[in-house]
């Protein structure tokens, strides 16, 4: 499976946004489903709702309900760790979004990412491996 970032589920559903059809061609070319966190999706609907409103948002729906976007479900025991990995990369600064995903990959695994933020470049995977970034 390969983890999906805020930026990458938004330049799915934004035809304005500069690789909007590089993006559409790689997801139907890649194993689905994709992955995402429940913050990643909402950080995507409040950008989505801002620069396409509802119609934008429900595409983003739509591919949940199409099934090719699955939501990793962040437990309570989890909120320790997201706090540490932000004040770990408080120098970025990292977001909840992002803390999220890291540790989805420490959970399951998954290290191939789609993202158009270059911070995935910096975080580390139980501080020591790297995320595969998927070229696009």
Request: net charge negative; aromatic share 8%.
């Amino acid at each position: 499976m390969i983890l999906c970032d805020a930026g990458v589920l938004l330049c799915l559903v934004d035809p304005t946004q500069p690789q909007h059809n590089a993006y559409k061609i790689a997801v139907m070319r890649l194993a689905k489903p994709l992955v995402t966190t429940w913050s990643c999706l909402t950080k995507a609907m409040y950008l989505a709702l801002h620069r396409g409103g509802w119609q934008m948002q429900k595409q983003l729906g739509q591919l949940l309900l199409n099934k090719l976007l699955t939501v990793y479900d962040i437990q309570e025991s989890d909120y320790n760790r997201l706090l540490a990995l932000m004040e770990q990369y408080c120098d970025r600064p990292m977001d909840l979004a992002d803390a999220t995903l890291v540790l989805t990959v420490e959970k399951t695994g998954y290290r191939q990412i789609l993202t158009l933020d270059s911070d995935f470049l910096f975080y580390r995977i139980g501080h020591q491996d790297s995320f595969e970034i998927i070229s696009v």
